[in-house]
């Protein structure tokens, strides 16, 4: 139980979806295994579908893990896609690095090492580069990461967020523990940034731990 649907929808809507196969399968196992806090099966789904219905060919992902998500969305973009993706721990890029290769993406994704603000700020060169940008990292910093990846998402494109709802702490007082306060009133303020900024129009899907999709209506600038 996660907090955010009755467990028996979770449950329903699970056992629903096919069981994956091949490298996402035996990465599902070892993040099973290992504790890696890779998507879960209901917004894989949701990604893969987003990213056919419209179309997209470059992503920019930040949290890359093991490279599931990344894998994942890779194939679901076919042909040609393009992935830049930012992870700051070193043990996990080494098993994506080996995990891209197995899948046979080398040459469609790029890891970026180091912390995503920085990493960021020196992808200058990218405007307008990217059809999608999904953001799977330090939940506290989804506010940043935002405002520095904005203007390298393509007006029409959509900016993806995971573990907004993180447990149902940010829609629930009662379920926030001590320690996690300012994480929480960060997303939350970050939440209600993207649901009424004029440049964007977005939507909290609560699936997973909480997915917001936030359509790039047009250019915005932001004052920190
Ligand atoms: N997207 C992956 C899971 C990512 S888990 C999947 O679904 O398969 C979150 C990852 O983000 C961790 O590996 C962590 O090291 C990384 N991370 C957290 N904060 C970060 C930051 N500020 N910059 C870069 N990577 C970060
Ligand atoms: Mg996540």
Redo the contacts with the bound molecule.
Sequence with gaps: MNNINYEYIQNYINQLLPESSGILRELEEYARENH????THEVGNLLRILIKATNTKSIL?????????TILMGMAAGEGFKITT????KE?IDLAIKNIKAAGYENNITILEG???EVLKSLKDSRDNYDMIFI???KG?YMDFLHLSFDKLKVGGLFICDNVLFRGMVAEKSLVIRRKITIVKRLRKFLSFISNHEAMQTVIIPIGDGISITLKQKEAKFDE
Excluded at 36 to 39: A, Y
Excluded at 61 to 69: D, F, L, N, R, V
């Design positions: 890696v806090p890779i998507i992902e930040i949290g890359t893990a093991i490279g599931y998500s930012i992870e700051k721990n996990m912390d995503a603000s799977d990292a330090a910093q």
